[in-house]
């Protein structure tokens, strides 16, 4: 049974950090590509952040220089290094997970999907 649990999302002053992590478990195939969404309250679900099952990492412009995706394959773990984080980053952060040598900012691209982690920024 695949599964998909976040963490480490919490309340941040802007300008400060986080560090999402996303355990994965049971993908039997090493053909994963992951990614990262997040949705704020009204808005629609956005991509921040998508790595290919080779190692390929694409962002989102809103968060350019400031995220860095990652992944442990040895411990099936994804990570969201975020830094200098703005107001406008609070939202419900989601990962996200497809069998697939390749990622999308497609939300519908993905098979399965963490339960979320939120991350407050205040001013």
């Known amino acids: 049974q695949v599964r998909l649990v976040e963490s480490g999302g919490g309340s941040v002053q802007a300008g400060g950090s986080l560090r999402l992590s996303c355990a994965a478990s049971?993908?039997?195939?090493?053909?994963?590509?992951m990614g990262w969404f997040r949705q704020a309250p009204g808005k629609e679900r956005e991509a921040v952040a998508c790595v290919a099952s080779g190692g390929a990492t694409a962002y989102a412009d809103s968060v350019k220089g400031r995220f860095t995706i990652s992944r442990d394959g040895a411990k099936n773990t994804l990570y969201l290094q975020m830094n200098s984080l703005k107001p406008e980053d609070t939202a419900m952060y989601y990962c996200?997970?497809?069998?697939?040598?390749?990622?999308?900012?497609?939300?519908?691209?993905?098979?399965?999907w963490g339960q979320g982690t939120q991350v407050t920024v205040s001013s």
């Open positions: 049971g993908y039997s195939s090493s053909t994963v590509s």
């Open positions: 996200a997970a497809v069998r697939s040598t390749s990622c999308s900012f497609w939300y519908k691209f993905y098979d399965d």
